[in-house]
């Protein structure tokens, strides 16, 4: 059973740092597509950042690119998103989430992934 358990939220005020961990766990950490979501209240859920294993590519919302970073580390299974510069419009609960084994892109719509973590809160204060 595939299973993602994010954390590193937190209450940062606007341009810090925060450094969010998704733990994954369930399938072979070799061969994936995760992406990361954030919604806000009253937003519909959106795609942030994604990361292919396949090529090593990244994607970005244009919004945080030049700040935030997508990685990984397959001896943890551990994909991460460094955010810097943190703005108050980043304020969500941020989750991620994996697309199932047969995808080979990244996708920014939610309908693509198959596997979501229960999320955690980031708050940016001004």
């Known amino acids: 059973e595939v299973q993602l358990v994010e954390s590193g939220g937190g209450l940062v005020q606007a341009g810090g740092s925060l450094r969010l961990s998704c733990a994954a766990s369930?399938?072979?950490?070799?061969?994936?597509?995760i992406g990361w979501f954030r919604q806000a209240p009253g937003k519909e859920r959106e795609g942030v950042s994604c990361i292919n294993s396949r090529d090593e590519t990244a994607t970005y919302l244009d919004s945080v690119k030049g700040r935030f970073t997508i990685s990984s580390d397959n001896a943890k299974n551990t994909v991460y998103l460094q955010m810097n510069s943190l703005k108050p419009e980043d304020t969500a609960v941020y989750y991620c989430?994996?697309?199932?084994?047969?995808?080979?892109?990244?996708?920014?719509?939610?309908?693509?992934?198959?596997?979501w973590g229960q999320g955690t809160q980031v708050t940016v204060s001004s």
């Open positions: 369930g399938f072979t950490f070799d061969d994936y597509v």
């Open positions: 989430a994996k697309r199932p084994p047969r995808a080979t892109m990244c996708g920014a719509r939610r309908f693509l992934y198959s596997y």
